[in-house]
Every structure is written in structure tokens, then in C-alpha cells.
């Protein structure tokens, strides 16, 4: 497997307007702590 740009190995890399989030698991926890809303605006 080939290194990513923003430097992961693993996909799909997510980002909300232009901001790198992370994988699944990153997005999980930043919904867990009520941050991900604020992301895409809600």
C-alpha cells in the first residue's frame, strides 16, 4: 500500500472544507464528542 499525501495508509481519508478529519474512527469520535456538528455545520 502506497503512503497517502497527508501521510495515512489506510482509506477513505475524510476532510470538511479542506480540513483533514481522519479515517472512520476519528469521525466516530468527534461525533461521540458532539465536535462533528460544529464541522459541517449543524
Known amino acids: 500500500m502506497s503512503l ?3 501521510g495515512r495508509r489506510t482509506v477513505p ?3 470538511i472544507d ?3 478529519i481522519g ?3 476519528d469521525t ?3 461525533d461521540a464528542n458532539g ?3 460544529k464541522l459541517i455545520g449543524l
Do not use: M, P, T
Request: hydrophobic share 35%; charged share 35%; with cysteine.
Open 13 to 15: 481519508q475524510i476532510f
Open 35 to 37: 465536535e462533528l456538528d
Open 18 to 20: 479542506d480540513k483533514h
Open 23 to 25: 479515517g472512520c474512527d
Open 4 to 6: 497517502r499525501a497527508n
Open 28 to 30: 466516530h469520535a468527534l
